[in-house]
């Protein structure tokens, strides 16, 4: 009976312990590296000296100028300051936005980043998804206007990629052939717009080189990026910063780089009817109320 005793006040003693080493554990809310961050962080350093002394170093770096940087901070920084607590200090919104803003032009990892700014890789995470969503919620763009049209929205592709409800690709030489100048239209009016998105990509990713790798985050988050992005770049340019800093670069075959990569045939040619009929639809609307004036001479017709 006493052995028993003596048993269980030991297991408590040891669970008290435990307890203690966890509340005495869970005191340090950032770690000592990161402690440091007002000192040796990157904001606090680099940033500050750009700001102060390199204005073209610093639209290198932040893809804007300090002038641009400010009046974005003063439109979403109420949207993305935070509450102080008595246990930690908040990251400040201008921090929060230079964050994100490296992040985007810079094409770095967020484990690359984090350390950069004294951060831990989970908190640089956050950060750049709430300061995009603030971004796309303040500045974006309003609705597209559809013109009255049923028309969905779909993605251009050439003949590597199959038909799809959401995917149109070119029509086939026979169906062309057999369906006439609808077909013809429709093939030209799909390579004009492939060609104007490959450069308005190509445009993109030479400013916010974060779309030169793949984006490692979900379809959700990866979606936020993008938009957040050419939002961006629409913002800068309304305040007459086009980056004309970044020319074209030529990879070691001397081919131009930033646009979107060539691709093989990524599945066969076999469609459902629906895709074929939005297919049509859109042929049919290239023809009538879609139509443009030199489309027409552009395919011989």
């Known amino acids: 009976m006493e052995l028993n005793i003596a048993r269980i006040a030991l297991s408590t003693t040891r669970i008290r312990v435990e307890q203690e080493r966890r509340r005495a554990r869970r005191r340090y809310w950032v770690a000592e590296v990161l402690q440091r961050r007002q000192a040796r962080g ?15 170093r610093h639209h290198a770096y932040f893809r804007m100028s300090r002038e641009t940087f400010d009046l974005l901070l003063a439109k979403i920084g109420p949207s993305i300051t935070r509450q102080r607590t008595n ?12 964050v994100t803003l490296r ?41 597209i206007d559809q013109r009255g049209t049923t028309l969905p929205s779909v993605i ?46 190509g445009i993109l990713s030479q400013t916010w080189r974060i779309f030169r790798r793949p984006l490692n985050v979900n379809p959700e988050h990866a979606c936020t990026i993008v938009r957040t992005a050419c939002i961006l770049h629409n913002y800068v340019r309304d305040q007459g910063q086009a980056d004309s800093q970044q020319p074209q670069q030529a990879d ?16 066969a040619n076999n469609f459902t009817r629906e895709a074929e009929r939005i297919r049509d639809q859109f042929a049919r609307y290239f023809m009538a109320e879609g139509a443009v004036p030199w489309q027409d001479a552009a395919v011989g017709q």
């Not at 246990?87 to 230079?98: N, V």
Request: glycine share 8%; with cysteine.
């Open 156 to 201: 251009v592709a050439d003949e590597a990629f199959p038909l799809t409800v959401h995917m149109m690709r070119p029509y086939p030489g026979r169906t062309e052939s057999r369906l006439g100048a609808p077909a013809t239209i429709f093939n030209y009016r799909l390579s004009r717009a492939r060609r104007v998105v490959e450069n308005a990509f």
């Open 42 to 56: 990157e904001f606090f350093n680099l940033v500050q000296e750009l700001r102060a002394v390199d204005p073209d």
């Open 103 to 143: 992040y985007l032009a810079s094409g770095m990892e967020f484990s690359a980043l984090a350390p950069c700014y004294r951060l831990g890789e989970k908190t640089v995470r956050a950060i750049v998804y709430d300061t995009c969503a603030a971004i796309i919620a303040i500045l974006g763009p309003e609705a």
């Open 87 to 98: 246990f930690r200090e908040p990251i400040d919104p201008a921090q929060r936005l230079a």
């Open 252 to 267: 070691a075959s001397g081919e131009q780089v930033g646009g979107l990569c060539e691709l093989g045939r990524l599945g």
